[in-house]
């Protein structure tokens, strides 16, 4: 069930929540998602069933020299018949030469430039023998395991690219939907400290650096401090952790949210912050204020305690 809001903005059709589906460690931000464990699974068992038919077909090629009654091309037998393939043609006076051109295809009959394209691509006397006699590789797996593991591979680096392509298949493979109205933030996550009202008071202040000169050292304002918290905050596992922003035009994105004091839920879109309304269910975007007097603020010092700011809101 997909629990999508509508937004006050036109330019935002409507905005899902979601959350992980699996967080290891909540407190670190970059997470391996669950899908990367499966295809890690499944190549360990890949990997296993490769090594065991590891030399496979080599030793199914033996039995079947054996019963056929050819010679293996390996060793000692791979030389001499080498050195018999290339000194064969040394009398033969319809040797073909070495670099051959259109023109002298075009006065052989059909047979004759098919049979003379064929040998000048044997360069050795490997080249020369037929596929079921070739011999494969001592220690090759056989051709089943690594056909699948090589579909295997590719299926996981598509999932991958597909998720960079498609924000509906990233969130659909890695999160689960989260209803707005069903969930409860607590308290302390709404609440500014009260050491934040003391370390934002005061003027920046100035350090010596070496004796020889002095450093100009500024204090954080209170909304720096506030926004730098919600950004460190570990969220709970119950809480939704993004947004999925579906615009009336265009291709939707998956936002972060912050957690912020007399806010809420909220979430940056094109610069623009919305903040979450639970009574009326709908996302609304944070506006200035543009009809107070410009004369107001030469006499305003700004929000001095947290009753002020409860009580603007």
Known sequence: MVYAKECSSKRIENVTLYKPN????????SQIKAFHFVFMLIYVYMGYWCLS?????????????????????????????????????INNPERLPDKMGWFDFLSMDIEEAAEAKKRTKEQNVIDSLPKH???PKRYIPEFIPMLISGIFATLHALIVLMQHWSVKVNVGLNYKPVNADSMEIPE????????????????????SNNGNSTVSVKKKTLGELVYQQAENRAIPSNLPTHAMVEP????????????????????????????????????????CQTSMPTTFFKTWNGFMNMDQITASQ
Request: glycine content about 6%; cysteine-free.
């Open 22 to 29: 699996f967080i290891p460690n909540p407190n670190k931000k």
């Open 53 to 89: 038919t590891a030399g496979e077909p080599y030793r199914k090629f033996l039995l079947k020299a054996d019963r056929e009654g050819f010679q293996v091309m390996e060793g000692t037998t791979k030389m001499r018949a080498q050195l018999e393939y290339a000194l064969s043609d």
């Open 133 to 135: 006699m070739k011999v």
């Open 188 to 207: 302390e996550m709404l609440e500014i400290p009260d050491e934040f009202d003391e370390s934002s008071k005061g003027k920046s202040s100035s350090r």
């Open 248 to 287: 009336t035009k265009g291709k939707p994105i998956l936002a972060s949210l912050l957690y912020l004091p007399t806010l809420g839920l909220t979430f940056t879109y094109h610069r623009r912050r919305y903040a979450y309304n639970a009574k009326t269910s709908t996302w609304v975007k944070i506006r």
